[in-house]
């Protein structure tokens, strides 16, 4: 309600600016309160008092100016202006009461698109297979998901792409060290630890210049198509790629090999990129290579930026494979919408490439292209995340910890559930926190990783979250209903508490669609976050199976089946697993 008021003020104010009626006002902040005695209305706003001197006008003349310029909205039933020149507003409860019985009936929760339906192509995850995957791929992984959920939510087709690293000089160097382990032990028992097989193969290329050579060979060749290397090559993806799957099942994320569209991919396409770039006339030769200007880009210095689509010698870059791959999912895919969820620090990258490729028109025009960037995970000294030794944490190792510290918690506060119980909380508790901790920090700012913090109850935490649905799924369970049946009686709100509470359980399609708009998992974690306190003071105030008037009692837990619900299904878009009791 808060939010709404808020943004009524906002839109009077831009529509005496531009009537003239102001002048340009500083912009402050538009602070709305609940009025202390319900008799002088809902909510109150002091904002003629803050804006009356820089708007050179009485606080009153202008209170008066912005209630005339108010826009109408059904959840405000009357407006009127108070002592100084205070505007308190009145919310029309039964309005909220008959649209809140509404989104109980319906399947959506009320939830429906601003706009038309897109097909959205998402950027996600997209590690290098040369090496296991680690933490710095969790954000994508993770942030792409539960974007790519809620847009669905929301109607829209959703295609993931996981644009992994399956390209490059260093398969060279890892395909010349299979070769070398062939002849010896068992190369399935060597490629169980991808991460030392990794090491093992940098550590012979850096010390045997035979070695070195034979990896420039084996890149020769697997680019030239050679069938050995191939075959060989694919064998390294496959089983990389099975560890990779491996993590996405366990995170449970809706990722498949179904959605893998590595870069190898786009082999074929590269030399039509560059065709294409040299028919528009794109191409500059510098140093040998070839490149894309653009005039919009520049160096620290000043000087014009290159794009290098081609190295001296003929070789493509990652530039070149982003540069077909854009044209693959406008083109082939059909998208009208293009996300990236990647490291915040291939923005310049990303925006030459979106540039380059509306120059050379190999996305039409109106086909929106979106890098949607994310920050640094970080310890919890504020440095990147390392292992003691200073070494790249695993994603696999990191889990483990998660549900084991989860495990022990959960032990604490239950210790008469059975030990498989146990695990099946501990599982959703552990990953969950994880993931939630991730989501709910703002998308392109770095956060630092705590255990401790993200496996608190107290807090936006997911145990915080996960316990809030839980305690909601045990009243029903003790009123020996189900949250899903449908409950008799209307909604009314009566107390403060049910009305903040209504207020709240009305915005989730606006925040949905702030969420699929910004690609901002956050502003939904957020959200969740408030809710669960609304519900709790209306919890701890207003007795629900207690409540002695039986109308009063089943409007109550229909407002409960809301909240429940409406937790359910947005945890669920965030990907977390709820309870039913923790
Ligand atoms: N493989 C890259 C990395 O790990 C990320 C790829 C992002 N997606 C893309 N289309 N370039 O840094």
Not at 108 to 119: A, N, P
Not at 149 to 163: A, K, P, S, W
């Amino acid at each position: 309600m808060k939010d709404l008021i808020r943004e009524l003020i906002q839109q009077a104010l831009s529509r005496l600016h531009a009537e003239g009626v102001l002048a340009d006002l500083p912009a402050v902040n538009i602070v709305i309160e609940h009025s202390k005695d319900k008799k002088h209305g809902d909510f109150a706003s002091n904002i003629a008092l803050v804006l009356a001197k820089p708007a050179r006008l009485a606080p009153r003349v202008l209170a008066e100016k912005l209630l005339a310029a108010l826009p109408a909205d059904e959840q405000v039933s009357q407006v009127e202006i108070a002592g100084p020149g205070f505007l308190n507003f009145y919310q029309n409860t039964e309005f909220q009461a008959t649209r809140l019985d509404a989104v109980l009936a319906d399947p959506k929760l009320g939830v429906r698109k601003s706009g038309c339906v897109q097909r959205v192509v998402i950027d996600i995850s997209s590690p290098n297979l040369a090496k296991e995957m680690h933490v710095g791929h969790l954000r994508s992984t993770l942030i792409g998901d539960a974007v790519g959920r809620v847009l669905e939510f929301l109607g829209d087709t959703v295609i993931r792409q996981n644009h992994v690293g399956d390209w490059g000089t260093q398969f060279g160097m890892l395909l010349a060290y299979m070769e070398e382990k062939r002849s010896g032990d068992s190369e399935q028992a060597e490629l169980a630890d991808l991460e030392e097989f990794y090491r093992a193969a940098k550590k012979r290329f850096d010390e045997s210049p035979e070695f070195a050579n034979r990896a420039r060979e084996l890149v020769v060749a697997l680019q030239a198509g050679d069938a050995d290397c191939l075959r060989l090559w694919q064998r390294f993806k496959d089983i990389s790629l099975a560890h990779c799957q491996a993590v996405y099942d366990r995170l449970g994320v809706a990722l498949g090999m179904q959605d893998v569209m590595g870069e190898s991919a786009y082999n074929d396409d590269l030399p039509k990129v560059i065709q294409a770039l040299d028919e528009k006339g794109l191409l500059i030769e510098s140093d040998g290579a070839r490149c894309v200007f653009m005039g919009e880009f520049k160096t620290a210095e000043g000087q014009p930026l290159p794009l290098i689509v081609q190295k001296q010698g003929g070789g493509y870059l990652y530039a070149t494979t982003d540069l077909a791959a854009c044209r693959y999912r406008a083109h082939v895919l059909g998208g009208n919408r293009l996300l990236y969820f990647v490291d915040q620090r291939q923005a310049l990258h990303f925006q030459m490439v979106f540039a380059c490729a509306r120059l050379a028109g190999f996305v039409p025009a109106q086909t929106e292209l979106e890098f949607m960037g994310f920050g640094t995970m970080n310890g919890e000294d504020g440095r990147p995340f390392k292992t003691r030794s200073g070494g790249t944490v695993k994603l696999t190792d990191l889990l483990d910890e998660a549900e084991s510290r989860a495990l022990a918690l959960v032990q604490q506060k239950n210790p008469e559930l059975p030990e498989g119980q146990l695990h099946l909380i501990a599982r959703a508790v552990g990953i969950g926190a994880v993931k939630y901790a991730d989501l709910s920090r703002q998308r392109s700012s770095d956060y630092s990783f705590s255990f401790e913090r993200m496996l608190s109850f107290e807090g936006n935490t997911a145990p915080y979250l996960l316990y809030a649905y839980a305690r909601i799924a045990s009243l029903f369970a003790r009123a020996g209903l189900s949250l899903h049946q449908q409950l008799p009686g209307q909604i009314r709100l009566i107390s403060e508490e049910e009305q903040a509470l209504a207020g709240a359980l009305l915005k989730f399609s606006e925040v949905l669609n702030k969420v699929a708009e910004r690609g901002m998992p956050h502003l939904l974690c957020s959200y969740l976050y408030d809710l669960a306190g609304l519900f709790s003071s209306f919890y701890e105030n207003c007795p629900v199976l207690g409540a002695d008037d039986q109308t009063v009692r089943q409007s109550r837990l229909q407002l409960t089946a809301l909240s429940g619900r409406t937790l359910a299904q947005g945890l669920n878009l965030l990907g977390l697993q709820t309870l039913e009791r923790m």
